[in-house]
Every structure is written in structure tokens, then in C-alpha cells.
């Protein structure tokens, strides 16, 4: 850039991106300026001088027409470096060649997708540093935005650009990605001037005046408007007059083109105008070669105009700006731009989504035929992410129905679609529509309504009401989508409701329409509802489903997550449902988003990893109070809260409690509710404070009895026990107990099974051999998957073999105990482990027959960490990674009955220890 005549009035910003290249280091640039400030310019003067500097450089163009197209922006990027993909791991190539068709399968998650494309992009950097350059970023489709911002954020060790070009005046899928930005404002007088003397240095004193006023410093401006300037004096719109400050500078320029545009014949005219409606690029960027597209051909004259050119790289015409595109569009007539749609149409017959955009645009009448197309798209589009667009598509499929039955189903399909995506205004007015069209409404309009009631409001208990009264309403013989749709919202207002009344209720309306549902219904039924009596069988029923070849819609996939948390099998679908959470977010699907996003963070807080589980917490509150979901938002407020108690952040776990409570409570909601006492329960147990967590725990159940339809009588099970037996409440702590076993708890979930067989250590009498108990619940096969209950349960487990004088076994539980604690952050239960294994007497040094326990292997690296050498020096003596030392370490602890590395001094026979 140095190296070329300079761009008149952007020498700070070509050095700045000349700085850029030549740092040869991994970074991301947003290049931000109205249309027409010279972006394109800079980009593709960047792009030469990298590609001068020996960088390989990847151009790409942002397409309104194809704004809407899962991964067509990222397929432009990518499709150059393809080549390379085959030395990628396996998974890597084959989520890549997923998302552009080479292979069938589901949608990678963004992060996943991320995280392979990040791999490609390294490889081809270690031959020679890579530079991305896109520009018109703002017409990039949602989910490739996504993937190049997550990339964007982690763009490190490997010497990989990214520069996008992003119109000031437009929102944008990069506007909220917090990567650096660069500017582009309106030209100095002065460097105006320069510019337009230098293209038109014959331009009279008068002319010069009117274009320099009209372009106000904006460089496009400055080069386009001299081309018209006999029309320029005379013409108010274009002397600096007021009423030219009104209009849009854009518009101005779109003008100029119209004027070059009707001199035109009407063949090139049409010619062109095809090629602005199928998304033809600017000159600036490669066209993507895979696709069928639009080729213009005999536009010479275009091209001696200036509104178009050739491209270098296809030697095809390509616009000469994006302004022209416009211009030719809004220029056309009406009749003209359904004559170019249809024939795009026909191009992309075998391209469902962009034949129904074009069919969309090219019909004015009712048409059946392109109903049926638009309805298809929708369906497509749904699957792939984009609900959203599917609701446009359907709510013109029914502008375009013949039958007034057909157009009020697909209204209908249009408000469910967009209540199931988080659009709440916009499907009450397509219900309000439909309502008005249809005589049988009520089951459809019933079914939106309560969607919008209990997401937007929380209001469980009318929602409730409509929906029961809409299934009073049907005839016995119903169609079974109907009679599973008005299912599906009855389940959730009556699962939040967590009212036994209600849930009885709601049990009769399914009982009567069993036949007609499908049997997925009936397995949510089955695990929100009473899952202590109904879930046995049910982790194998909802394994089946999410196997099932077809693919789910995202709705069902929401659904089936939440029937897999309640019987704790979310970590079975850990990665699909990380896949599809992604997916819904880029498709503005926000109600599945957000209840996929705490599907994720309650997985979180069951696997141990708080701090992960706090940050989507965060940032799941952050987004559902910023568009108003109040279901959502203390959702959140209750999941951060229980969590926070854990940790021992009692007072902020208290504010959450109360705030949860107090709004929950008025409306009705006993799931979240029932959640405050949970947040209470565990906060009193982490303070030590076990009379007010009886308190608490007690209020969600009684002791001995599980409460029907109560998540959290399941979920707090281990609490009750826990405080029952600090409080000297040991009968009702061994009534508990017991009464989890012959439930049959043991049998609905792994997690319920694990807290059955710790609390039956907990309580049992001597003649039932607890140490034995304590062994069985400690080695549960599920305890990896849930460690904080591990711990707990091993906390107990120490306890009791301290005051059964085992002293080296208790230090060994308790240690193992602490560590967990402290791995997992949960600072409160540490400091109590850590408590008791000081009562053990093990300030001093263990036995040597302790010692003895550790294997060779272990009793050298014990001996070297304990004379102050690091794992890293350790490894290297003996061999082995670092992290390997560490495992071992994490190991010899609890054997030592010590919690630390600064114990082993004193934990290890003087011999053990290495000098210093």
C-alpha cells in the first residue's frame, strides 16, 4: 500500500492496514464506513499488497439475495481453501464438507463448525500467512457471521487476517462481535477537492462547486456525480439546496446510475437486471463457481457506461458497485421484475430455498403451485436453522392460497412457527389473522396465545385455562398434529405450574387424545410430569427418539433435551444439543435457543464445570432481559442462584432467591418457586446452617414422601437427608431414605440412583454394614458424571470413618472429598472437608505404612514434589509430561490423607523426600 499511489484523503488508513499485513500476526479488522466512503477501495488495495507481500489471500462478498442462506457467506471464504481439506482430521473434513453438501448429515454447532474451520485455516497458513478480505460483511448470512466471529475472537499463534468491510448506515450480523474498528469518515474539504480535481480537472468553477456540495467528502461521490455533469447546474437536488440535504446520499447515486441505465436497450437492461436480482457480485470479490448463477452476456454496453465490468479473476461481468444493483432494481417496472424473477426461478429449479424466493417475487395472484414451493422452502428452511425465514415464507404462501382452508392452515403454521422461534408479537398478529379468516380457529389460536402468555409474561395458570378449554373444544376425531400441538404448550404451563391439580387436568386431556398423539408427547408427558412414578424406562424411550433417522424439528430437539434432564441423560446428547443450541441462535429461533442454552448450563452445573455453567448463565440472562422473556429471565435468576449457593456465595444466592421467589410466587409458578426453596435449602446447607435447610428442604417434600409433579422433591433428596441428620432428625432422614428405594428412584435416573444409595450409607444402622454402603454409593458408575454429589457423599463417608476411628481411611476419603470441592469451586464444602480431616489428627506426619500405599512411581514423584520441584521439572527427570506428573499427584493426595502440595513434606517418611 505504501508501495501505490496513495488513495487522495485515506493515507492514516492505508498506512494502518499496510501495519496490519506486515505484522504477520493473527488479527481481525472491522472496516466501517457509509456507502461510497472508499471501503472497497482500501480492501482491494489491502489485498494486493498482502498478496505482494507473499500472503495467500481469500476475497468474499456479502450478497443481499443471499442474506438468508445458511453458510453461503462462509462457503465464499472457503471454497478457495477446500483443496486443503483433505488434510484435516476425519471429524474436521467431514463437519465442513456437511455444511456445503459433499456429505449428508446435521448442522455442526457453531463452535464446532468454529473450531474445524479454525483448523483449516491453520494449515494453510503454516505455508504462508493468510488473509481473509470480505466485503459488504453487512449482507453476510446470520450463521457464516457467527462462525467468523467466533474464529475472529480466537485467531492466535498462526499468522491468520481477517478484514471485513461493513456499511455504517446497516445493522449488521458483526455489529455486536467487539472486534477492533476502523472508521471511514467523509473526506476534509480539502482532500475533496484533490480527489475531484484529480478525476475532472476541466470541471467549470460552477460545476466543481454543486458536486462538491452535493458529495459532502463522499469519495463515490466525488468520481460518479462529475460523469452526469450537465445535469448537475440547474437542478436543485444537486446545487447544495435544502431540500438535497433530505435525501439519502445513496439515493443521489442510484440516480446517476439511472441515468446511465435508460439509455440502455431494453435487452441489456433486462440482462442486467437478472443479474442484480440473482446477487451477481461487485468487481471486488471472486463469484462463488459452485453454484448455478446468473451469467450476463451482451452488456457492452453496460460496460463502456461503467456500470459494470469484468472480473480478473472469471472474466465474467460483474457489477461495478452494489449502488448499481439498486439502482436497476428499483428502476425496473413491476411486470419487469416478475419476468427476471420468474426465469431465476426456473435456474434454481433443484434449490427449494431460492426457487421459493424467486417464485415469492415473480407471483401476484393466488397461486396454489407456488403456495406448495414457499410451504416446502419453510420446511427446509426450518431444519436448516432458519425459522425465521420460515415464517416469512409461510405467511406469503398463504397471501398466495386459493382456498380459503389452505390459506387459514398456513397462517396457522405460519403463528405457530414464529411463537415456537421466539416471535412472539408477530405470531399473536398472524393468529389474530387466522382467527379472523377461519371459522376453526380455536385449537391454532389457542395454541399461539398460550406460547405467548407463558414465555412472554410467565402467566402458566391462563395458559393452562385456554389451552384445556381448546381441547374440550375438538371432536373426538382430531388430527394428531392438532391434538399434539395444544399437548405440547399444556405440558410446559403445567410442568411450570408444578400444581398436582393442574397436572391432573392435564393428565385427563392426554389420557382422552392418547390415540391421536404421538409418542413422543407422551414420553414429555412421562418426564416433566410425575417422573419418580413414570420414569423408569424412560432414558432407553428418549435414547430411541433422538436416534430416529429422520431429523427432528428444532422444537422437538428443545423438547427432547428437556426430557432428557429430567432424568439426567443430557450428557448422552452433550454434542447434538451444543450443535442445534448454536443453529437456533442464528436462526433468531429464540424460545428453543434459550431453553437449549439452559439445557446447557444446568449440564454444566451437573458435571462440575461452575465456572462454564456461570458464564452461559450470564449471558442467557443478559439476552432474555434484554428482549423481554420474564420466564426466561428468572429462569436463569434460579439456576445462577442454586449455583452461587453451592459455591458458598450465600448472600448472592439469597438476593436470587428472592428475587425468583417473588416474582414466581404471584403468578403462580410453583416450578420456580419450589427452585427459591432449592437455592435456600442448599445455601443454609453450605453455611453449615442445617435447621434452616431442614426448613427449607422440608417445605418442598416431606420427609418419607416424594411430592407428585415436583422436580425439585427429586433433586433435593440428598439435602433433605443431609440436614435431617444434623439436626438429630435421623428417623425421618432413614424414612427418606428409604422411601427413594422403594420408589423405585434408583431406576429413573443414574444421578437419582447415586443420591438413593448415598443417602442409604448415610442412615443406616450398624447391623447394615454402612461402610459396605459407603463403598457401593463412593464406586456408583455414574459418580464421574456428577461430582459435587460425589463429593458429598464421600465428605459423609469420612465423617463416619473418622468417628468409626478408621483415621487413615477417613483422611483418604476426605482428601479425595477436598480436592473435589476445590476442582469444582466449591469453597464452603473444601473448608468443611479440609475441617474434618484436621480432626483426624493429621497435622503431623502420616504413617509410614501409609506411605507405603503409593507405588513406586508415585513414591518418587511424592519425594521430588515435596523437595520443591516443579512438574515440569519432575517430567523431565523421570520421563514423563507434565501432566501426567500432575495426574499422579492428584492421585497420591488422598492416599496421603493430605489436600495440598505443601502437605507432602509432612505427609511423607524423612527418606521419601528429595533434598532441596
Not at 473526506?187 to 460552477?206: I, V
Not at 435487452?267 to 446468473?294: C, H, M
Not at 433468531?588 to 452445573?605: E, H, I, K, P, S
Not at 493430605?898 to 511423607?908: E, H, M, V, Y
Request: hydrophobic content about 45%.
Amino acid at each position: 500500500m505504501r508501495h501505490e499511489g496513495a488513495v487522495i484523503g485515506r493515507e492514516r488508513e492505508q498506512s494502518l492496514l499496510a501495519e496490519f499485513v506486515d505484522a504477520r500476526d493473527s488479527r481481525a479488522l472491522l472496516l466501517r464506513g457509509e456507502a461510497g466512503m472508499g471501503k472497497s477501495v482500501l480492501l482491494d488495495r489491502l489485498a494486493r499488497y498482502a498478496a505482494q507481500r507473499e500472503h495467500h489471500v481469500v476475497r468474499a462478498i456479502g450478497v443481499e439475495t443471499e442474506s438468508v442462506l445458511p453458510f453461503a457467506g462462509l462457503h465464499q471464504v472457503l471454497h478457495p481453501l477446500l483443496p486443503r481439506a483433505g488434510e484435516l482430521h476425519d471429524d474436521h473434513r467431514a463437519l465442513i464438507e456437511t455444511v456445503f453438501g459433499q456429505l449428508s448429515g446435521t448442522v455442526p454447532s457453531v463452535m464446532t463448525l468454529g473450531v474445524a474451520v479454525l483448523d483449516l485455516l491453520a494449515l494453510v497458513a503454516s505455508k504462508a500467512p493468510l488473509l481473509i478480505v470480505i466485503d459488504d460483511g453487512h449482507w453476510f448470512d446470520a450463521p457464516s457471521a457467527e462462525v467468523l466471529s467466533f474464529i475472529s475472537r480466537r485467531l492466535s499463534g498462526d499468522t491468520v487476517g481477517i478484514v471485513i468491510g461493513l456499511r455504517e448506515e446497516m445493522e449488521s450480523p458483526f455489529d455486536d462481535v467487539g472486534l477492533p474498528e476502523m472508521e471511514l469518515t467523509a473526506l476534509s474539504e480539502q482532500a475533496a477537492g484533490e480527489l475531484l480535481d484529480a478525476g475532472f480537472p476541466g470541471l467549470s468553477t460552477e460545476v466543481r462547486r454543486a458536486v462538491l456540495d452535493t458529495a459532502g467528502g463522499n469519495p463515490l461521490a466525488l468520481v460518479e456525480l462529475p460523469r452526469s455533469a450537465s445535469g448537475i447546474v440547474g437542478d436543485p437536488a444537486y446545487r447544495g439546496m435544502p431540500n438535497a440535504q433530505t435525501i439519502p446520499l445513496s439515493r443521489r447515486l442510484e440516480r446517476m446510475y439511472r441515468g446511465r441505465v435508460e439509455h440502455l436497450p431494453s435487452s441489456e437492461r433486462g440482462e442486467l437486471l437478472r443479474g442484480a436480482l440473482d446477487g451477481i457480485e461487485t468487481a471486488s470479490a471472486p463469484r462463488r463457481v459452485t453454484a448455478d448463477r446468473y451469467r450476463m452476456e451482451n452488456v457492452e454496453r453496460a460496460l463502456a457506461q461503467g456500470l459494470v465490468t469484468i472480473d480478473a479473476e472469471t472474466y465474467e461481468y460483474a457489477f461495478r458497485h452494489p449502488l448499481v444493483r439498486s439502482a436497476l432494481v428499483q428502476m425496473a417496472t413491476p411486470n419487469e421484475r416478475r419476468a427476471a424473477h420468474l426465469a431465476l426461478a426456473e435456474l434454481h429449479h433443484s434449490d427449494i430455498e431460492r426457487r421459493a424466493r424467486h417464485l415469492s417475487a415473480a407471483t401476484v395472484d393466488p397461486d396454489e403451485a407456488v403456495a406448495v414451493v414457499l410451504e416446502e422452502a419453510a420446511a427446509s428452511a426450518t431444519l436448516r436453522g432458519g425459522a425465521a425465514t420460515a415464517v416469512t415464507w409461510l405467511t406469503r404462501a398463504a397471501e398466495l392460497s386459493q382456498h380459503s382452508k389452505e390459506r387459514a392452515r398456513r397462517l396457522a403454521e405460519a403463528a405457530f412457527t414464529a411463537s415456537q422461534a421466539g416471535l412472539l408479537d408477530r405470531a399473536q398478529r398472524l393468529s389474530d389473522e387466522f382467527v379472523r379468516d377461519s371459522q376453526s380457529a380455536q385449537a391454532p389460536a389457542a395454541v399461539t396465545s398460550a406460547y405467548v402468555m407463558l414465555y412472554r409474561t410467565g402467566d402458566v395458570r391462563s395458559a393452562h385455562r385456554l389451552v384445556c378449554a381448546a381441547l374440550d373444544a375438538l371432536p373426538a376425531e382430531v388430527s394428531p398434529e392438532t391434538a399434539s400441538r395444544l399437548v405440547n404448550v399444556l405440558l410446559p404451563a403445567s410442568m411450570f405450574a408444578a400444581d398436582p391439580v393442574l397436572w391432573q387436568r392435564a393428565e385427563e386431556a392426554i389420557d382422552r387424545f392418547a390415540d391421536h398423539l404421538d409418542p413422543l408427547t407422551l414420553v414429555h408427558r412421562d418426564s416433566w410430569g410425575d417422573v419418580a412414578r413414570r420414569g423408569a424406562g424412560l432414558a432407553k424411550r428418549i435414547e430411541e427418539a433422538f436416534a430416529r433417522p429422520t431429523d427432528p424439528e428444532p422444537w422437538e430437539v428443545m423438547r427432547l433435551g428437556v426430557s432428557a434432564y429430567f432424568v439426567d441423560a443430557l450428557g448422552d446428547f452433550r454434542s447434538y444439543l451444543h450443535r442445534v443450541v448454536d443453529r437456533e441462535k442464528d436462526s433468531g429461533a429464540f424460545t428453543n435457543y434459550m431453553t437449549l442454552l439452559q439445557l446447557v448450563m444446568l449440564d454444566q452445573m451437573s458435571r462440575g464445570s461452575w465456572q462454564a455453567a456461570e458464564e452461559t448463565g450470564r449471558r442467557g440472562l443478559e439476552l432474555t432481559q434484554s428482549r423481554g422473556y420474564e420466564l426466561f429471565a428468572y429462569q436463569f435468576h434460579g439456576f445462577l442462584g442454586l449455583l452461587a449457593a453451592w459455591r458458598g456465595e450465600c448472600a448472592l444466592a439469597r438476593e436470587l432467591q428472592t428475587a425468583t421467589d417473588a416474582w414466581a410466587r404471584p403468578r403462580g409458578i410453583g416450578n420456580l418457586t419450589q427452585y427459591a426453596e432449592a437455592i435456600g435449602t442448599a445455601a443454609a446447607l453450605s453455611e453449615g446452617d442445617y435447621e434452616a435447610a431442614y426448613v427449607y428442604a422440608s417445605g418442598i417434600t416431606e420427609p418419607g414422601s416424594f411430592t407428585p409433579y415436583s422436580a425439585q422433591a427429586l433433586r433435593t433428596l440428598l439435602d433433605l437427608v443431609e440436614a435431617a441428620l444434623h439436626t438429630g432428625r435421623t428417623r425421618e432422614a432413614r424414612r427418606h431414605a428409604l422411601a427413594a428405594r422403594d420408589l423405585g428412584l434408583p431406576a429413573v435416573s443414574p444421578r437419582l440412583s447415586l443420591l438413593t444409595q448415598g443417602a442409604l450409607a448415610m442412615t443406616a444402622e450398624e447391623d447394615e454394614d454402612p461402610g459396605k454402603l459407603f463403598d457401593l454409593a463412593v464406586g456408583h458408575a455414574a459418580a464421574p458424571s456428577f461430582p459435587f454429589e460425589h463429593a458429598r457423599i464421600e465428605l459423609a463417608q469420612g465423617m463416619w470413618l473418622r468417628r468409626s476411628r478408621q483415621t487413615r481411611a477417613a483422611r483418604q476419603a476426605l482428601a479425595h472429598a477436598a480436592a473435589t470441592f476445590d476442582r469444582i469451586g466449591a469453597r464452603t464444602w473444601a473448608e468443611r472437608a479440609r475441617a474434618e480431616i484436621g480432626a483426624t489428627g493429621a497435622a503431623g506426619r502420616v504413617s509410614a505404612e501409609a506411605a507405603f500405599t503409593l507405588t513406586a512411581q508415585e513414591r518418587q514423584i511424592a519425594g521430588l514434589a515435596a523437595g520443591g520441584m516443579s512438574n515440569k521439572e519432575i517430567g523431565a527427570q523421570l520421563f514423563l509430561s507434565p501432566r501426567t506428573v500432575g495426574s499422579h499427584l492428584y492421585r497420591i493426595f488422598p492416599k496421603l490423607g493430605i489436600t495440598s502440595r505443601a502437605a507432602l513434606r509432612d505427609a511423607l517418611p524423612q527418606e521419601e523426600t528429595a533434598s532441596e
